[in-house]
């Protein structure tokens, strides 16, 4: 797993949010964030709701207009906006799909489930005949555990676990490499989470997919991701491989989160250090000075108000963004 298939540098998005001229305001929704997916990998993006980490994954999709840095995929600059280049995405949305959160809202409930499986076939001229575009209909189904007596319903008919599976199935359809999976198991019951899960796992063994895995739960995507990146109020703070972050987290918003993630049993849970943050997520119309993290840190100092931390690499394959990462370890 070596070659960088999605690299991220200093990516910004700010949303208009009022104001005129020098009042203008923005939401900073995302701000400096840096990494990279190596092919056939699953990079995890965890964080509370509001952090930034489904407006990094829409924004790389240009399904928003990116307000800085850039975007290389497969060695392509698909946006670099301080050079003002941006590429024709056409055949790139060919090559990077979405899976959205909420399978009730993403799929249209008119359209029959072959139909959604086949809008993005015929978008992208796929199939060069009905047939062609019927069998990968069935095909898609299949690959997601649906089968062809599927393809004539309407989403009504489905329970939330299946009507994921059919939002797979479409993405699936145009024979992607990039998945961003966009909180794909949120609004599922906890009973088929694992299931859609292990169905990720098996789609990317046997298509050799590459994902992005939006979470808020960092429970969620340990299993999945090789490595993890946690974002706080528009800004990475921590990335690591997987293990690594959750065994041996170094910065102090990544322990607090980790620390939440229940344990099942109670004699390790009664003696594990649950790490309470006071306050709530400050809002990113008017982001702390400095660190962002430093109206909820214990160890938060001057320095922290009046420094934006340096995204450093602290140990090979393992950054993180904090002043004092001694002092919190
Ligand atoms: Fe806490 Fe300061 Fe580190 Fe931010 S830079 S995480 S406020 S110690």
Known sequence: MSEKLVQVEHLRQYFPAGGFGKHKKFVQAVDDVS????????????????????????????????????????????????????????PYRKKMQIVFQDPYASLDPRMTIGD??????????????????????IEMLERVGLNSEHANRYPHEFSGGQRQRVGIARALAVRPEFIICDEPISALDVSIQAQVINMFEDLQAEMGLTYLFIAHDLSAVKHISNRIGVMYLGRMVELADSYELITRPLHPYTKSLISAIPIADPKTARESNRIVLEGDVPSPLNPPSGCRFRTRCPYADERCAAEVPEWRELEQGHFAACHHIEKCN
């Open 35 to 90: 990494f990279d997916i190596y092919r056939g990998e699953t990079l995890g993006l965890v964080g509370e709701s509001g952090c930034g980490k489904t407006t990094t994954g829409r924004t790389l999709l240009r399904l928003y207009e990116p307000t800085g840095g850039r975007f290389t995929y497969d060695g392509e600059v698909i946006f670099d906006v301080e050079q003002k280049k941006f590429v024709n995405m056409l």
């Open 116 to 137: 959604i499986v086949g809008e993005a076939i015929d978008v992208h001229k796929m199939a060069a005949n009905k047939k062609e575009r019927y069998d990968i209909i």
